[in-house]
C-alpha cells in the first residue's frame, strides 16, 4: 500500500527567499549609465599648426580657463547664455558677415539648402575644473540639439527622436555637430 | 441567556502568512530585473557632474570603464588625495591606458570590436589636466567613441 508523503514544511520558504532578496540588494546598483556621448577625433603623428584655412568667422572660439571663467568670442559670458550665443552662431538668420560663411547643399527632403560652415572649437586650461567643463558641452550640444529638434517639428512635425532614420541623417547634414576639443596648448 | 455568547471566540485568527513568499519573491524579481550587477568595488571617491544633453549607454557588454577620482579614506595615506585612474579593480596610470583598451577589445567580438564605447567616470572636481592626458591616450589607441558619465541634472 502507498504511504502518503508528508507535506513539506513551507514555513522556512520566506525565509530563505529574503535572504536572496537582501543578497540582490547588497550586490546590485540602481544607477542607469548615462552622459554625454562624444567622438573624439582621429589621433595624428604630427599635430598640425593651427587650421589657417578656417576663416575666422567661421570659428566659434570657447575658452575656459583655470579660474572656471568662460570667454567666448572674445567676451567674458555666462555659461547659462552659452546656449543662445551657440544657437545664434549655427544658424546665422541674418547672414551677417561676422557670422559663418553658408554652402549651398543637397539635402535628401529638403532640396537645396544653406549650410553653416561653423565650427565650434572648446579650449580649456589644465586647471580647469571638470565639472565646468562638463557644463560647457552641455550646454553645445544642448545648443545643437534644440536646433535640431526646431527643424525636426517646422519640417516634419514630429520630435527628432522620433523621426525615421534617414529623415535623421538629413537633419544631421543641415545642423551638424561640429565641436572640436581642442588640446590645450602646452607652455614650450 | 447564555444562548447568544461564543465562548473563548473573542481571540482573532492567527494571520495566514502562506503568502509572504510570494510576496518576497515578487521584491526578489523586481530587483533582479531593474538592477544590475556591481562589477567592481570603487577605489576612488566619484561625484558625476551633472547635464541635461544625456544619452544612455545601451549594451553594457561593450562598454569599458575608466574612473578617475581622490582616492577613498583608507587609500590616502599610500597614494594623497591628487585624483588617480582606477582600472578594473587596480590603481593605474596614465600610460596603462592603452594596454587595458587593447585588453578589453580582445575580450570583444571582432564584429562587435567598432561599436565599443568607453565611459569616463570622473569626478567632478578633477583638473582638467589628466583628463586630457586620458583623452589623448585613448586617441592614440583609437577608442574614439566615448561618453562622459553624468547624472541628471536636478531642474529647480
Request: charged share 30%; glycine share 4%; proline share 5%.
Given at each position: ?14 525565509d ?38 578656417i576663416?575666422?568667422?567661421n ?39 561676422n ?52 527643424l525636426?517639428?517646422?519640417k ?13 541623417k ?19 | ?8 471566540g ?19 524579481f ?22 541635461t ?73 578633477t ?30
Open positions: 500500500m502507498a504511504r502518503k508523503t508528508p507535506e513539506v514544511p513551507a514555513a522556512s520558504l520566506a530563505i527567499a529574503f535572504m536572496l532578496l537582501i543578497f540582490f540588494l547588497v550586490t546590485t546598483t540602481m544607477d542607469v549609465d548615462s552622459g554625454l556621448e562624444r567622438r573624439l577625433p582621429q589621433w595624428q603623428e604630427q599635430q598640425p599648426e593651427d587650421d589657417q584655412q576663416k575666422e568667422r570659428v566659434f572660439v570657447v575658452l575656459v580657463n583655470r579660474n572656471n571663467d568662460l570667454l567666448v568670442e572674445g567676451e567674458i559670458t555666462r555659461i547659462d547664455d552659452l546656449r543662445e550665443k551657440a544657437k545664434e552662431f549655427m544658424l546665422n538668420p541674418n547672414n551677417e558677415d557670422l559663418p560663411e553658408k554652402e549651398p547643399i543637397e539635402v535628401p527632403f529638403f532640396g537645396q539648402v544653406n549650410v553653416t560652415k561653423g565650427v565650434i572649437s572648446l579650449r580649456n586650461d589644465l586647471d580647469t575644473k571638470y565639472g565646468t567643463y562638463i557644463a560647457v558641452q552641455n550646454e553645445l550640444v544642448g545648443a545643437i540639439n534644440e536646433l535640431r529638434e526646431d525636426a517639428k517646422s516634419f512635425g514630429k520630435s527628432y527622436a522620433d523621426l525615421e532614420r534617414d529623415q535623421q538629413a537633419i544631421k547634414m543641415i545642423i551638424p555637430s561640429r565641436i572640436s576639443e581642442a588640446e590645450p596648448k602646452k607652455a614650450k | 441567556m447564555s444562548k447568544f455568547r461564543k465562548k473563548g473573542k481571540e482573532l485568527p492567527p494571520i495566514s502568512t502562506a503568502s509572504l513568499p510570494d510576496i518576497v519573491f515578487m521584491l526578489l523586481f530587483f533582479m530585473v531593474s538592477t544590475t550587477m556591481r562589477e567592481v568595488t570603487l577605489l576612488v571617491n566619484i561625484k558625476l557632474p551633472t547635464a544633453e544625456l544619452s544612455k549607454l545601451e549594451k553594457k557588454s561593450l562598454v569599458s570603464y575608466i574612473y578617475v577620482g581622490e582616492p577613498k579614506k583608507e587609500f590616502q595615506k599610500v597614494f594623497g588625495v591628487a585624483p588617480r585612474i582606477q582600472l578594473n579593480d587596480q590603481w593605474a596610470n596614465v600610460g596603462d591606458i592603452q594596454d587595458y583598451i587593447i585588453a578589453e577589445r580582445e575580450a570583444r567580438d571582432e564584429a562587435e570590436q567598432k561599436f565599443m564605447i568607453t565611459s569616463l567616470k570622473i569626478d567632478e572636481n583638473k582638467m589636466g589628466i583628463v586630457t592626458d586620458i583623452k589623448q591616450e585613448l586617441r592614440k589607441s583609437a577608442a574614439l567613441h566615448i561618453n562622459y558619465s553624468s547624472r541628471r541634472k536636478v531642474e529647480r
